[in-house]
Every structure is written in C-alpha cells, then in structure tokens.
C-alpha cells in the first residue's frame, strides 16, 4: 500500500487561460444566458488596433514592431542601434548633429555647405548638377539645356570677325588685341577661384554665359581667345579668318543640331553626334564658298603684300605625283568654281573632324580653331 501511494499517477493539471473566459466575465458559474445573434455579432467583432502616430517623437528602436528571425538581419539591426547610439552620444544639445568640420546642424538633417565640401554648393539646395548657377534655375530651357545666350555669344565673333575684314583690319593689328585681352581674363579666373565672394559675385553677372562646369573650371572664352590668336598670329591671313568663323559658326550648328537631332542618329563618340558632324560639315562648306568665294574676292585691294591669301583659285598635285602620273601641270591642276568646290568641301570636312575629335581632352574652344587652321594651311600647301 505504501508502494502504491508513493507512485500514484498525478491529477491531471488545471489550465488557466491567460484571456477571461465567458464564466469569468459573467457573474454566474456554470450557466450562460440566452444570447441573440446581434449581441454575439458584436463579441465576436475584432476590434482594430489603435493608430500608431507616425509624427510622435518616440524613437523608432523603442517601437513595437514585428522582429525578424533572421541573423542577417538581427545583426544590421544591431549595428544601426550602434551607429544611432553613436550619433546621440556625439551630440551636443537635442535635434543637434556636429560634424567633423565644427558645424552643428539642428534636426539632424545635413545642410549643403556640410554635405559637400566644394563651396559653391551652397548657392544651390539642388542634389542634381542643375542649380550651381542661380540663373539657371529660373531659365532651365533657355539658358541650362538650349544655352542661347551662349549661342549667341558664339555666333557673334563670327560677324565680329566679318566686320573687321571688310573695314580693312589685318591679322597683324588683332592678334595683339586678343593676347591683350587673354591676359586680365586669366587673371580674373586665378583670383575667383581663390575667392569665394569673387566667384559669387563673377557668377551672378556672367552666369547666363557659363556652363556649371565653369564653375569651379576654367572659363571658356579664355580658350576662345587663344585659339583665335594663335590661327590669326600663325596661319595665313584667310586661313586664320576661316579658322575663326569655323569655330564660331560651325560649332554652334554641330551644337544646335546635336540636341535636336542627335539621338535619331548614331553617336560619333562621347557627346557627340553624327546629326552634329553633318551639320559642322554642311555650314563650313557655306562658309568657305560664300569666303572665298565671293568675300575675298570682293575685297581683293585688302589682300596683298603680307596679307596674300593662301588659296588663290587654283588647286594642283604636287610635282611628284605630277611626274609619277606623267601628267602636266594643266592637266593636274584645277580652277575657277572646281577649285573653289574643292577647297568647300575640304573646310567642311575639317571642320567636322575638328569638332568630332576630342584631342586630350581640351576645349573645343582651343582644339577647333587649331585643328582647322592646320587642316587647311596643311592642304593648301601641298595642292594649293
């Protein structure tokens, strides 16, 4: 009997629900009242949640939310705790973060000037390149995409240059004003990119002229006015004219035809289109038919001595060739609208390369100018 009683099997546990049963909620033990079928509708109602406030200033680590079981995940979460902790440790006062450069910013969030250490990020609150210069802001399509007051700019030096041709300016007499010029125009650029309020000041009065790359680069009229200088200082007095008008005119096509057509046709290469070549090609061949072709000629009296035009109306082949042919020179020469056409088609295709090619990277301000001038004084002096 002791045996027994010391290994009796034990009573089966008693269960307590952790929620109130029906017979815990109501006064009466063992008995349940008649109930309609709108009153158990309204117990068996699930009652939502209450709204969690996503404006309250309650930490988001501190809330009730479902946790993930995963390790990868759990550890993330662990480090973010450890980075916010960080962050509130290195805090001075609340709603305050100090970076490393001593600035305190409220709120946590970063201004511009401390997101980005160039210091003309901080005319513009803009993520995106656009907004560098504040005119470009309010003249997004005219000035920042289409760029026409640079266009503008561009296409005037090529009347400017006409000008000065017919009024009898030589080549001799405006080189020296360019370098004269090209000299307080480098300097400006050297001290405003020293000088934070110069700069400031630089781009809020020539700003619809610049690029954004000018901001913190070089400006371009300073490779404009080398390149002009060195074909008109170098080159023969024609060679050196066209060389500017090709810069000025047939750059400014290749751009404006480029953005309207460029992507319907193939990519030259990087920025370049094959839209913007054929255009460069078509508006130098119209410039160097209606130049030499009538403009020179027409100011015949202006061209002498020094000032001789390279191309004279008369393209030959070289002696050599001539005597490997067994041609003589009237055979293998040409004149007159031939000659003429020639030389057109030539300057539009030098043009065209010149702007395609990206020769180490340099403005197309210096290469355009350069590349022409030697493409065609190069021609001119083997056929010319």
């Known amino acids: 009997m002791e045996s027994s009683r010391q290994y009796q099997v034990p009573q089966t546990p008693r269960v307590i629900s952790p929620s109130p049963t029906p017979s815990e909620m109501s006064g009466k033990e063992g008995y349940f009242g008649p109930v309609t079928r709108s009153a158990a509708r309204k117990s068996t109602r699930v009652t939502s949640p209450p709204p969690i406030d996503e404006d309250s200033g309650s930490d988001p680590e501190k809330r009730a939310r479902a946790r993930s079981r995963s390790p990868i995940l759990d550890g993330r979460r662990r480090r973010m705790s450890a980075l916010a902790s960080t962050k509130k440790m290195g805090a001075g006062k609340k709603g305050e973060l100090t970076l490393q450069n001593g600035t305190t910013t409220t709120n946590g969030h970063l201004s511009p000037a401390a997101a980005n250490k160039n210091y003309w990020r901080e005319m513009s609150r803009s993520p995106s390149p656009l907004g560098l210069i504040p005119i470009h802001q309010k003249w997004r399509s005219f000035i920042h995409r289409h760029e026409i007051p640079r266009k503008i700019l561009h296409v005037s030096i090529g009347f400017l240059t006409t000008f000065l041709y017919c009024t009898g300016r030589q080549a001799s007499q405006i080189?020296?004003?360019?370098?004269?010029?090209?000299?307080?125009?480098?300097?400006?650029?050297?001290?405003?990119?020293?000088?934070?309020?110069?700069?400031?000041?630089?781009?809020?009065?020539?700003?619809?002229?610049?690029?954004?790359?000018?901001?913190?680069?070089?400006?371009?009229?300073?490779?404009?006015?080398?390149?002009?200088?060195?074909?008109?200082?170098?080159?023969?007095?024609?060679?050196?004219?066209?060389?500017?008008?090709?810069?000025?005119?047939?750059?400014?096509?290749?751009?404006?035809?480029?953005?309207?057509?460029?992507?319907?046709?193939?990519?030259?290469?990087?920025?370049?289109?094959?839209?913007?070549?054929?255009?460069?090609?078509?508006?130098?061949?119209?410039?160097?038919?209606?130049?030499?072709?009538?403009?020179?000629?027409?100011?015949?009296?202006?061209?002498?001595?020094?000032?001789?035009?390279?191309?004279?109306?008369?393209?030959?082949?070289?002696?050599?060739?001539?005597?490997?042919?067994?041609?003589?020179?009237?055979?293998?020469?040409?004149?007159?609208?031939?000659?003429?056409?020639?030389?057109?088609?030539?300057?539009?295709?030098?043009?065209?390369?010149?702007?395609?090619?990206?020769?180490?990277?340099?403005?197309?301000?210096?290469?355009?100018?350069?590349?022409?001038?030697?493409?065609?004084?190069?021609?001119l002096r083997v056929f010319g």
């Open 175 to 379: 080189h020296p004003v360019l370098l004269a010029l090209l000299i307080p125009i480098i300097a400006t650029d050297v001290i405003r990119h020293r000088y934070y309020a110069v700069n400031r000041f630089y781009i809020r009065c020539l700003g619809a002229l610049m690029r954004e790359s000018e901001v913190d680069g070089w400006n371009g009229v300073i490779s404009y006015l080398l390149g002009a200088w060195l074909v008109l200082r170098f080159c023969p007095k024609d060679v050196g004219v066209m060389s500017v008008l090709l810069l000025s005119w047939c750059d400014t096509a290749a751009s404006t035809f480029g953005r309207l057509w460029g992507h319907r046709t193939w990519r030259v290469r990087k920025g370049k289109s094959l839209a913007g070549t054929i255009a460069a090609c078509i508006t130098g061949i119209i410039t160097a038919a209606v130049f030499w072709g009538w403009l020179g000629p027409f100011y015949s009296s202006l061209n002498e001595g020094e000032n001789t035009f390279a191309f004279q109306g008369a393209l030959a082949l070289p002696a050599n060739a001539r005597d490997a042919l067994g041609l003589s020179f009237a055979q293998a020469s040409v004149t007159g609208p031939l000659a003429l056409g020639v030389m057109s088609i030539w300057a539009g295709l030098v043009a065209s390369a010149s702007e395609a090619i990206d020769l180490f990277g340099w403005d197309d301000n210096l290469t355009i100018p350069v590349l022409c001038g030697a493409g065609m004084w190069g021609f």
